[in-house]
């Protein structure tokens, strides 16, 4: 079996965005308890998070915006800039320990402790921008994560796949320009979903076009549907570009059972979906992949899907779930 690094912390479920929201402390909660029932964490290496260091938060966000957020929360406003982004006083310190936890992630792995990890943490990060949070987002952290590898590991090509329902604005915007990160997205149709970006016209700027591919499928599109485009288009592009290491922005809102969305995928589709990415990792980054959780508001969903991940870091086979 793989070495498969777990990051969570119990200080994540602390982050409370207000009872009526959807990204609630509660999806946590299901998947630790879902792994510690199914002795799946007996077999994963825990990972310890730390608060992200703020040169590398500052190294993609904004330093006024970053204080704009921390002093929300120490006013104990209720939401910061948008009004899906709840806030409590303690949100800006999880927030960073959210985006530490992916830097510890890459840590384990590139020091060799791990061969690759899952990232269970909240506040989510795909949606969040330079100066601008949006989504239930305020920190990029998958974002952070893959400048920290660029940039303190000296690598020089990180590919993120990102299979969120709703499309990482946030990703892309802040690699658009940057051809060390190839950006793949493939999320509902921004006609008919949140937040209204990531058309296939998007391919990047400057130095960076070609390096951002965008799939969008249209309402009620099914495993077919998505796992065709990535095998016969994302693979190839992936390929091309050869990442030396990948990471997935990991959201389960595309499931035909979560309330937020309109597709119709089902569990297998993101065990195959990862087995594909598991196998370009092998083949173009020694099996250095980090998986980072964004969306995926059905709690059962979300047990399920994220035991499956599990499973399939650890090497355990389709056939013996």
Partial sequence: ?????????????????????????????????????????????????????????????????????????????????????????????????????????????????????FCAVRPPGHHAERNRAMGFCFFNNIAIGAVYLLENFGLERVAIVDWDVHHGNGTQHLFEADPRVFYLSMHEDPEYCYPGTGFRRETGMGPGRGFTLNLPFPPHSVDEDYLGALKKEGLGRLREFAPQFLMISAGFDAHQSDPLAHMSLSREAYRQMTNLILDLAQETAGGRLITVLEGGYNLEVLEECTEDLIRLLLGIPLDHF
């Fill in 1 to 117: 079996m793989r070495r498969t690094g777990y990051v969570y912390d119990e200080r994540y479920l602390r982050h409370n965005p207000g009872d009526w929201h959807p990204e609630r402390p509660d999806r946590l909660k299901a998947i630790q308890k879902n792994l510690e029932e199914s002795s799946l964490a007996e077999l994963v290496v825990p990972i310890q998070p730390y608060a992200a260091p703020l040169k590398w938060v500052e190294r993609l966000h904004d330093p006024e915006y970053i204080r704009r957020f921390q002093e929300a929360c120490k006013r104990g406003l209720p939401i910061f800039l948008v009004p899906d982004c709840g806030i409590c006083p303690e949100s800006y310190d999880i927030a960073l320990l959210a985006a530490g936890g992916v830097l510890a992630a890459a840590d384990a792995v590139m020091e060799g402790k791990v061969d690759n990890a």
